[in-house]
């Protein structure tokens, strides 16, 4: 998630993370404002997590959700993680709009811990290397893609 925060550099924008590399990306960066969600920090992955974390979700409305996942299958989105589930589960809640991003290898993976069902995600981002039976799943289900 880095990488797609990179992206947002230098743009007026409100951030709202619970990732320590993603709010570092902005450190230097004068135009972006960065919240961070506070909660237990889950050094492994540098994220925080845990009930401060989904009480701050739950109190605030955002336009957005661009995040990552473990799996995603025609039964819906889901983590390696049951620690981080209700994090990410807050995020989607709170977005108006909710943009996953995926690389291929993600497609067909089902990592453990249910998240959502496919149907709460506006727009998935992914490689071209996403396997026509994937797209198909995606079109099927009236999610919009974009192939990077």
């Not at 605030?60 to 996942?69: F, N």
């Amino acid at each position: 998630m880095a990488e797609v925060a990179r992206c947002l550099l230098n743009r007026p924008v409100q951030i709202i993370t619970n990732s320590i590399p993603v709010a570092q990306v902005f450190w230097e960066c004068r135009q972006t404002e960065v919240t961070l969600t506070g909660g237990y920090l889950y050094p492994r992955l540098g994220i925080q997590f845990g009930p401060i974390c989904e009480r701050m979700l739950h109190s605030i409305s955002a336009d957005v959700a661009i995040m990552g996942i473990r799996g995603i299958t025609q039964d819906g989105l889901s983590d390696s993680s049951a620690l981080v589930v209700e994090s990410i589960r807050a995020m989607m809640k709170c977005a108006r709009r909710v943009i996953i991003v995926a690389d291929h290898t993600k497609f067909g993976r089902n990592a453990m811990v249910h998240v959502a069902d496919v149907a709460e995600v506006d727009q998935i981002i992914s490689d071209r290397d996403l396997t026509p039976e994937h797209r198909q799943l995606l079109d099927e289900r009236g999610i919009s893609y974009l192939l990077a």
